[in-house]
């Protein structure tokens, strides 16, 4: 073997040692995100009521669970289904039925990884609600 070709050897099992750690440490982190979301876990850390504030009007909507599925409506009114909305984590849309409104709905974690948020957005206006602690 040539010096070029040893060299070359050296250098590619070389890279070969840093490369096959740095893969095995990424593909349990690919394997957590490929893994199936709990919807009934979610829904359960989802479900309560989240107050909506803006232009000092307020919002109640509560959110409830019946038969695994997420619904959600003010309170008195007439529950709406509520669909995770594909490739978008903690994402859900709704179209009113009575009005055919369709609303976005982005539930967030804090930093200790509770969903205490959801940011609604209808027509282009955006507003935030917070789950009213029980």
Known sequence: MTKTALKLAIALLAL????????AQAAPQAAA??????MKKLIAEIVGDYEFSAEGQTLLV???EADGKLFGAPPGQTPEEIHPVEGKPLGFDVTVSTNGQYYELQFVRNAEGVIDKCV??????????YKIKK
Do not use: H, N, W
């Open 120 to 129: 609604m957005s209808v027509m282009g206006v955006v507003v935030e609600g």
């Open 16 to 23: 070969a040692c840093i490369v096959a750690p740095l893969a």
């Open 62 to 64: 509560q959110f409830t």
């Open 33 to 38: 995100k490929d893994k199936p979301v709990d």
